[in-house]
């Protein structure tokens, strides 16, 4: 398996407008370093939910897509009984998943750090949902799919938790492994309107 480095290392930085000049959709490629996961089983949500409350002085989103803002960034309810925590900070994982084990106990949830094992790719511009669309079966109707909340979707088999910051604004997070084949697809589903892709540092 590719680690994170290797693996976004290789979608090329590049431009491809249209014949005539346009560049519509942009793809900004970004590896992780403050993503982790919190998850239990069904009989432990409640604590998790609390001891989350505790540890992030926010109130855990409750149903599946949604997130919200908490002391170490956007807290996102990935499912029943996960939630992803993707940080607005460069903090050591190790002291990140520290911190949360401090009232998370091992007989209430469980804390993973993933930062290695994402990547988050942001796609924006004029023709943005014109491009996701070509690929995820989604109403991307702003009443259906609202800014400032997320779907889980997939596009042959792999799957992609996508994030819509704005109407034309979204971030797609991809396994790692499966990164370079994702970018690819989503370069080639804008290519009609003009795409270019760079990588963050």
Not at 8 to 21: D, K, N, V, W, Y
Not at 97 to 108: G, K
Request: proline share 5%; glycine share 8%; aromatic share 6%.
């Amino acid at each position: 398996m590719s680690d994170s480095s290797a693996t976004i290392s290789a979608p090329a930085t590049r431009s491809q407008p249209t014949r005539s000049g346009q560049l519509q959709v942009h793809l900004r490629v970004q590896k992780l370093s403050n993503l982790t996961q919190i998850s239990t089983w069904s009989s432990s949500i409640g604590a998790l939910s609390s001891a989350l409350h505790r540890a992030l002085d926010c109130t855990p989103p409750l149903h599946t897509g949604q997130l919200g803002p908490c002391a170490l960034g956007t807290l996102m309810r990935s499912g029943p009984f996960e939630f992803l925590l993707v940080g607005d900070t460069d903090a050591a994982p190790g002291d990140r998943v520290a911190l949360l084990r401090q009232d998370i106990s091992a007989d209430t949830g469980a804390v993973l750090d993933l930062s290695h094992a994402r990547v988050r790719v942001g796609v924006h511009g004029d023709k943005a949902v014109q491009a996701l669309s070509k690929l995820y079966a989604l109403d991307f109707r702003p009443a259906a799919f609202a800014p400032n909340s997320f779907a889980l979707t997939g596009h042959h088999h792999i799957p992609c938790l996508l994030h819509r910051l704005d109407t034309q604004h979204f971030h797609a997070y991809y396994f790692t492994t499966y990164a370079r084949g994702q970018v690819d697809a989503l370069a080639d589903a804008a290519l009609e309107f003009g795409v270019d892709v760079t990588q963050a540092g």
